[in-house]
């Protein structure tokens, strides 16, 4: 058991974490000063601001990220609590783009993938140490060229952790793990969306919970209809990093965390009797169980993120501002 689950699910999570903390670090590099000069004039309106946080959410891949950012730059009195409820949508339609990578079964190109965007981040380091001899406008594009290197070495050892998890299905399968669980989760939905909400609270990320739901669903440990039980229960355990995040701080921050909890778990609940639905729409854009969970999220979040913007545009969030 050792061997055949415990060991590979535990490499496959850290290559995971460490891939994804390489490439958000690596995108922040990139983005970071762009995000901070463009924030206040691209958040004008909760539209507007749902849209910006959508695109970079999906470019810095996490939507904790962004959360956390947001939920600063209340406290420091720089955003409204209108245009703060148009970023949480933004970042929860955002985070579907992680999904959706890892939905293209692409795992197996990761350690090529690894190899070379490594080759091409030496390759920059090598050209940077001749800044001296090269024109400023040279070094600049080296610089950017090895941060996306590094972007590309984080999501090829996203892939790779992946991959090493997907070979914990059979095993489970054969232990009689997942058989139990299916059981269970066939009489209420609420074991499968407990799952989700506890494993992604305790390892403060969503996309790695709903990685391995993809990951088991494609080799056919996992009924779709579960893992989509895991990603609705994934979105209400995200919102543990932004409550936590807001400890401590000014009522302003407590106010997008808190928004951020109730979001999502109305969200939750609301699908929570339609997943058969969910599924049938998914299953309209592909037969290939781990594509039709990753299809699900972005349906779900989408529609609950439309769902929720008007709410944005009432009067009452101005009155609560300090």
């Known amino acids: 058991m050792l061997h055949s689950i ?3 699910l535990i490499y496959g999570l ?5 891939g ?5 670090a690596s995108l922040y590099k990139l983005s970071g000063p762009l995000l901070l000069s463009s924030l206040n004039r691209a958040t004008a309106t909760p539209l507007k601001g749902m849209l910006f946080s959508t695109g970079m959410t999906a470019v810095l891949q996490s939507s904790t990220a962004v959360t956390v950012l947001t939920i600063g730059l209340v406290n420091a009195n720089l955003l ?4 703060t409820l148009g970023i949480i949508l933004g970042s929860n339609v955002g985070t579907t783009v992680t999904t959706e990578l890892l939905s293209l079964k692409i795992g197996k190109y990761s350690v090529p993938m690894l190899l070379f965007f490594i080759s091409c981040w030496i390759v920059c380091v090598m050209l940077g140490e001749l800044k001296y ?3 400023s406008r040279h070094s600049k594009a080296v610089h950017t060229a090895g941060y996306i290197s590094f972007a590309g070495a984080g999501f090829s050892m996203v892939m790779l952790g992946i991959l090493m998890m997907q070979r914990i299905g059979p095993a489970l399968e054969q ?9 269970q989760a066939s009489h209420s939905v609420w074991w499968g969306m407990a799952a989700g909400a506890c494993l992604t609270a305790i390892v403060h990320s969503s996309a790695a919970v709903i990685g391995m739901a993809i990951s088991l669903a494609a080799t056919g440990a996992l009924p779709p209809e579960i893992g989509i039980a895991i990603v609705l229960g994934s979105n209400v355990g995200t919102c543990v990093t932004a409550w936590m995040a807001a400890i401590g701080g000014s009522k302003a921050g407590q106010f997008v965390a808190w928004s951020h909890i109730i979001l999502n778990v109305a969200g939750a609940l609301l699908f929570a009797p339609l997943i058969s639905l969910l599924y049938q729409a998914a299953a309209l854009f592909t037969t290939e169980p781990g594509a039709q969970i990753a299809h699900a999220q972005t ?3 989408i529609v609950c993120s439309l769902l929720a913007l008007p709410l944005c545009y009432l009067k ?4 609560l501002e300090p």
Do not use: S
């Not at 994804?20 to 958000?24: G, I, W």
């Not at 409204?80 to 245009?83: D, L, S, V």
């Not at 232990?175 to 059981?183: A, L, S």
């Open 6 to 8: 415990v060991f590979p």
């Open 14 to 18: 850290i290559i995971f974490f460490l």
């Open 20 to 24: 994804m903390k390489l490439m958000e």
């Open 80 to 83: 409204g609590y209108a245009r």
């Open 133 to 135: 001899v090269m024109h």
């Open 175 to 183: 232990g009689g793990v997942f058989p139990w669980f299916v059981q």
């Open 299 to 301: 349906i779900f979040n």
């Open 316 to 319: 009452i969030w101005k009155r």
